[in-house]
């Protein structure tokens, strides 16, 4: 049973940074694709980056040149950088992985971990 399990989420001041973790086990065969996702209350789920498994990376607009995304395969784990960090990016940020590929759908999903950036 797949598990995608965040870590590294907290409360910052603007301008601020944060590294979001996400432990990926109990699957069998290297996703195509894995991504972060964030989600404000009353909005919808927005896709903030995603990466390949051959290492092709894409993200929203409002986070590119802040945001970094990575995977570590050999330790099976997801990173999101986030630099520069802004109020506007308060969210609960999911983790998300796929065996089609970027940018998806997404099938497996991670619990969530909250960012919270105050001004």
């Known amino acids: 049973q797949v598990q995608l399990q965040e870590s590294g989420g907290g409360s910052v001041q603007a301008g601020g940074s944060l590294r979001l973790s996400c432990a990926a086990s109990?699957?069998?065969?290297?996703?195509?694709?894995m991504g972060w996702f964030r989600q404000v209350p009353g909005k919808e789920r927005e896709g903030v980056a995603h990466i390949a498994s051959v290492g092709s990376t894409s993200y929203v607009d409002s986070v590119k040149g802040r945001f970094t995304i990575s995977q570590d395969n050999a330790k099976n784990t997801l990173y999101l950088q986030m630099n520069s960090l802004k109020p506007e990016d308060t969210a609960v940020y999911y983790c998300a992985a796929t065996y089609n590929n970027c940018p998806g759908p997404y099938f497996y999903w991670g619990q969530g971990t909250q960012v919270t950036v105050s001004s």
């Open positions: 109990g699957y069998t065969y290297r996703f195509a694709c």
